[in-house]
């Protein structure tokens, strides 16, 4: 394990959430004030924590030594009468679930929205892009930033959603340099305005 404070900090909480469900006890407090003090109380809080992904933008996958622990999660709560708020809580942790558990939330749609906001593989990321817009700018900024992504890599992005402007604004703020992923965004903007110039 990566022994860093914040995911021994985390994985302590985590290892106390599981271990409080299998004794059937709530696993932590739903009330926010409570459940930031039982957080703290094992050296971290989501409030305060940092990414652990050294490049914005980045994938951060799920420790592998904490995905059993979410699966088991996923097992308890599934269909109980708070599993959403529960699973809340768990998404917007510095470390995120495994994509097998991250997938089985999806298709039952719960916090879809949530999940497409955090750090996923490329795979989930192009999986949640039609339905959360923060997915495809995720997306997009990472295979413009990556300095091991190619231009047509980024292309490829920009193709799937050639008019999305959001993604093209935000991606021509990161394109303060000339530069072979800068043009390629430029050809897509001038293609859009063009575009727009004719329908009005």
């Known amino acids: 394990m990566n022994e860093s404070p914040a995911l021994l900090n985390f994985a302590a909480w985590l290892g106390a959430v599981v271990e409080r469900t299998r004794h059937q006890q709530p696993p932590f407090p739903l009330d926010q004030d409570a459940l930031d003090r039982d957080q703290r ?6 409030a305060t924590s940092t990414s652990p992904a050294s490049t914005p ?5 799920c420790p592998s030594e904490l ?3 979410f699966r088991e999660l996923l097992a308890a709560f599934r269909a109980s009468a708070h599993e959403s ?12 679930p495994p994509e097998d558990v ?10 879809v929205t949530t999940i497409g906001h ?3 593989s490329d795979r989930l990321l192009w999986k949640l892009a039609d339905q959360v817009p923060e997915a495809l700018l995720t997306l997009g900024k990472r295979r413009f930033l990556d300095p091991d992504c190619s231009p047509d890599r980024l292309e490829e992005v920009l193709h799937a959603y050639p008019h ?10 990161l394109a303060d340099e ?6 390629v965004v430029s050809r897509y903007l001038a293609a859009d305005d063009a575009l727009r110039k004719h329908q009005s």
């Not at 933008?57 to 996958?61: E, F, I, L, T, V």
């Not at 699973?87 to 995120?96: T, V, Y």
């Open 118 to 120: 955090l750090p996923l």
């Open 41 to 46: 109380s094992f050296g971290f809080s989501f």
């Open 67 to 69: 995905a059993p622990l």
């Open 164 to 173: 999305h402007r959001w993604l093209l604004n935000a991606l021509q703020d």
């Open 85 to 96: 708020d529960l699973w809340f809580n768990l998404l917007i942790s510095p470390f995120s």
């Open 57 to 61: 933008y980045a994938h951060r996958p």
């Open 178 to 183: 000339p530069s072979d992923k800068s043009r």
């Open 102 to 111: 991250l997938e089985d939330l999806i298709q039952r749609d719960i916090h």
